[in-house]
Nanobody
Framework: DVQLQASGGGLVQAGGSLRLSCVYS????????IGWFRQAPGKEREGVSV????????NYADSVKGRFTISSDNAKNTVYLQMNNLKPEDTAVYHC?????????????????WGQGTQVTVSS
């Protein structure tokens, strides 16, 4: 079974940094896309950043470009999201998601596998 385990959330002041980790397992191939989505209270879940782990291609939401960096360590089956210069509007539950295929889309409906969320809270 495919599993994704997210960790690394916490409370940080505006301008600070956090690194999220997503450990994944059980995919039938090595050609997968792993990504981060977030959901703030009262809002829809939105794509933040995704990476095609086989070729390293990435995609970012405009709101996080230049501040967030996604990377993968294929030996550890782990995808990281380095979040710098955090803003209060980044506050949300961050979910790790995955799908077979190297499509690196931010459209959440494409992703069939989801892990639990990790809370990120940015204080002003």
């Amino acid at each position: 079974d495919v599993q994704l385990q997210a960790s690394g959330g916490g409370l940080v002041q505006a301008g600070g940094s956090l690194r999220l980790s997503c450990v994944y397992s059980g995919f039938p191939t090595a050609y997968n896309t792993i990504g981060w989505f977030r959901q703030a209270p009262g809002k829809e879940r939105e794509g933040v950043s995704v990476i095609s782990v086989s070729d390293g291609k990435t995609n970012y939401a405009d709101s996080v470009k230049g501040r967030f960096t996604i990377s993968s360590d294929n030996a550890k089956n782990t995808v990281y999201l380095q979040m710098n210069n955090l803003k209060p509007e980044d506050t949300a539950v961050y979910h790790c998601a995955g799908q077979v295929g190297s499509y690196y889309t931010l459209v959440r409906e494409w992703y069939g596998y989801w892990g639990q969320g990790t809370q990120v809270t940015v204080s002003s």
